[in-house]
């Protein structure tokens, strides 16, 4: 089946600083991908859609200052957690669609200290 | 609005017994798509089904069935003869053409299978 391929898989990092996570489609193409977060023993909420070559869709309350999301090709997608909290410590997962199915990450747990 | 619960929100059954996980959905389109998938505890999503709307009929798939009824919205996840490595968190989750394929997800029921 299709994969899509997120790294890293854990970060620890300071509160204050901005992480970056990358999301590929290895061997699709993918004009919009998907990226969600899952608190610990909780389902996956919806942060926003990522649509190559244009703005991103956020979800309602999730601020797009905080959570910068860059689609600049077919194959990655970036979410980047600004002056990161430890309130932002949380799994991150991302999504694409090879045809009908949607396929996930390995997901990135973050750890703001 | 576009909805996905999964009532059972923790089971545990012994090995080798039959579990059924339930899922109901909510939602005013006429074309959409139906999802289960399994989250163990390294954290990846697992695809297991894709169901549409226009195909109820139930699929086997080895161990794995689904009964897909939209008389009653439910699109349920039965696992027959249990083994430990099914163990994980399961997601029943919702998304239709109208809306930019996002996918919807249930709370999603952790199973326990005892050995």
Same mark, same amino acid.
């Given at each position: 089946g299709a994969v899509v391929s997120q790294h890293p898989s854990w970060v620890i990092c300071k509160s204050g600083t901005s992480v970056k996570i990358e999301c590929r489609s290895l061997d699709f193409q993918a004009t919009t991908m998907f990226w969600y977060r899952q608190f610990p023993k909780q389902s996956l909420m919806l942060m926003a859609t990522s649509n190559e070559g244009s703005k991103a869709t956020y979800e309602q309350g999730v601020e797009k200052d905080k959570f910068l999301i860059n689609h600049a090709s077919l194959t990655l997608s970036t979410l980047t957690v600004t002056s990161a909290h430890p309130e932002d410590s949380s799994f991150y997962i991302c999504s694409a669609r090879d045809g009908a199915v949607a396929f996930f990450g390995q997901g990135t747990r973050l750890t703001v200290v | 609005a576009q909805k996905v619960t999964q009532a059972q929100t923790e089971i545990s059954v012994v090995e080798k017994e039959d579990v059924t996980l339930d899922c109901v959905y909510e939602t005013r389109d006429t074309t959409y798509y139906l999802f289960w998938y399994k989250q163990p505890p390294s954290g990846e999503l697992v695809f297991l089904i894709r169901r549409n709307s226009f195909d109820e009929q139930n699929e086997i798939s080895g161990r794995y069935s689904w009964n897909f009824q939209k008389s009653t919205s439910s699109f349920n996840f039965t696992i027959t003869a249990?083994? $430990? $490595?099914?163990s994980a968190v399961y997601f029943c989750a919702l998304s239709d053409e109208n809306r930019d394929d996002k996918i919807i997800f249930g709370k999603g029921t952790r199973l326990h299978i005892l050995p």
């Open positions: - | 249990s083994q $430990v $490595v099914d």
